[in-house]
């Protein structure tokens, strides 16, 4: 990380991390492309979709663990693939399960195979259930600023509102949504779905944003561990800027050098 920003920590229920991007570990062609992607990237908290990756309950086959130990990665299960509030508290369980007691997950309930969009009354369900069960939930959701605020208020530690649809590369598409949700929240706020490239990463951060989580964006890129790099990057290149603050936009030139003065 680049010195100014080492004082400057990502915390999640209580565990600092000097990185503010976040991976999942789903669509690589294989283990050691996603561990050298996810090394490219400098991702400390890791996604893992517990209905579509091994990690130990298919006993002899590839283990995602192999290639990210718990022990330097901090690894946030996370339910793809559910439809209901349900079937998210079930699978989260079982990943507490699986992981020792590990408390932290990244709750998502989808509402629509098309659009992936989040169900947000099952959201909003689910999440209570998990908080009350003594779960850190990290939670994914659209982009509005009452429902993020809703989710902070029930207890979750993380709110994830998306970019765009999920997979879709569009980038930020309602920036004043997200700055809202900023401007208001007392927890992490993190950009999780639509990002396409290293620029959509960076718009993100300059907002305000407090990391970005992709998956897709990296995966599927030519060359994904060129692109990891790229987004470790621009998250950070966000940041820096955010903290640093951008100039006010003009309408008309605003010389560089002062007129005042000149020779001659």
């Known amino acids: 990380m680049n010195a100014p920003l080492r004082n400057d920590p990502l915390v999640i229920a ?3 991390y000097g990185s503010r991007l976040l991976t999942g570990t789903g669509k690589f062609k294989d283990l050691e492309e996603t561990r050298l ?23 002899g086959e590839p283990n995602l663990l192999d290639v990210l130990p718990p022990e330097r990665f901090t690894l946030l299960p996370n339910t793809a693939g559910c ?16 992981l020792d007691g590990h408390a932290l997950v990244k709750l998502e309930v989808l509402g629509d195979q098309k659009t992936l969009f989040p169900d947000v009354v099952a959201t909003l369900a689910a999440a209570r259930t998990l908080v009350d069960d003594g779960f850190d939930v990290m ?9 993020a605020k809703r989710l902070e208020e029930i207890g ?3 709110v994830m509102p998306l970019a765009a649809p999920i997979g879709s590369g569009l980038g930020v598409q309602n ?15 993190i950009v999780d779905a639509g990002v396409g490239t290293a ?27 060129l692109m990891a790099h790229a987004m470790k990057l621009a998250v950070e290149a966000g940041r820096a800027a955010f903290k ?15 007129v005042d003065g000149l020779i001659g």
Not at 139 to 147: E, M
Not at 204 to 220: F, K, Q, R, S
């Open 156 to 158: 979750c530690v993380a």
């Open 37 to 59: 992607a996810t090394d490219a990237a400098g991702a400390e908290i890791v996604t893992v979709a517990i209905r579509r990756t091994n990690i130990g309950q298919m006993p």
């Open 175 to 189: 920036r004043y949504n997200l700055m809202e949700i900023v401007e208001n929240a007392k927890v992490p706020i």
């Open 244 to 258: 640093a603050g951008r100039i006010p936009r003009k309408r008309y030139a605003s010389a560089s050098s002062p």
């Open 199 to 225: 620029s959509d990463a960076s718009i993100a951060m300059e907002l305000g944003c407090d990391g970005v989580l992709m998956n897709t964006a990296i995966a599927g890129a030519r060359d994904p561990v």
């Open 14 to 16: 209580g565990k600092t």
């Open 139 to 147: 939670v994914y959701t659209s982009d509005d600023p009452i429902l």
């Open 83 to 98: 439809y209901t509030a349900d079937d998210a508290v079930r699978t989260c369980r079982l990943a507490r399960e699986l």
